[in-house]
T-cell receptor
Framework: NAGVTQTPKFRILKIGQSMTLQCTQD?????MYWYRQDPGMGLKLIYY???????DKGEVPNGYNVSRSTTEDFPLRLELAAPSQTSVYFC????????????FGQGTRLTVV | GENVEQHPSTLSVQEGDSAVIKCTYS??????FPWYKQELGKGPQLIID?????GEKKDQRIAVTLNKTAKHFSLHITETQPEDSAVYFC??????????FGAGTTVTVRA
């Protein structure tokens, strides 16, 4: 059972470039999340989804977009990369709302130069 | 929205000693308080959680206490071992989709 899988693990982008961070889960969870982790700041919610076709903004959505066409996949899109988007990104999923265990992927370390 | 503060930011303990991490939250309606452990190069993993109708919960060497009146909760690790070295995050939620995380505590267990 793979759990939550994120790709790539590392990426360097130039300012203005675009990329998609991939996330897939095999636990049939309805709820999926994208967080960013900055040093000394904890995890901040970017976007979340409560099921296929349904997404909503979290605390820090600016500069990002998401889609949820299937239960398994929840990609995060950066359209015009900026240095402020240098961070570690985590995808997570849960069986139910925030009051149940969230399972995290291993993260994507993104550097924008 | 919910605001969670976590202290200390770093904690160094001698192997075998206890470690305590404290968190406070702002929204008195929050009802679920998980603790996550993040090892180097990995994603956070749930180690213990507590709900608002419980004051204390234990699981082997780890325990969590909740004081709803004071709006704070704590993680206690007893008999620390080298494998306890990691970053620990507390979180709180209002029966919502969103977890509000603390800033994290880096725990180092000295041999």
């Amino acid at each position: 059972n793979a759990g939550v899988t994120q790709t790539p693990k590392f990426r360097i982008l130039k300012i203005g470039q675009s990329m998609t961070l991939q996330c897939t889960q095999d636990m049939n969870h309805n709820y999926m999340y994208w967080y960013r982790q900055d040093p000394g700041m904890g995890l901040k919610l970017i976007y979340y989804s409560v099921g296929a076709g349904i997404t909503d903004k979290g605390e820090v959505p600016n500069g990002y977009n998401v889609s949820r066409s299937t239960t398994e996949d929840f990609p995060l899109r950066l359209e015009l990369a900026a240095p402020s988007q240098t961070s570690v990104y985590f995808c997570a999923s849960s069986r139910d709302r925030g009051t149940t265990e969230a399972f995290f992927g291993q993260g994507t370390r993104l550097t924008v130069v | 929205g919910e605001n969670v503060e976590q202290h200390p930011s770093t904690l160094s303990v001698q192997e075998g000693d206890s470690a305590v991490i404290k968190c406070t939250y702002s929204d008195s309606a929050s009802n679920y308080f998980p603790w996550y452990k993040q090892e180097l190069g990995k994603g956070p993993q749930l180690i213990i959680d507590i709900r608002s109708n419980v004051g204390e919960k234990k699981d082997q060497r780890i325990a969590v206490t909740l004081n709803k009146t004071a709006k704070h909760f704590s993680l206690h690790i007893t008999e620390t071992q080298p494998e306890d070295s990691a970053v620990y995050f507390c979180a709180a939620t209002l029966n919502d989709y969103k977890l509000s995380f603390g800033a994290g505590t880096t725990v180092t267990v000295r041999a």
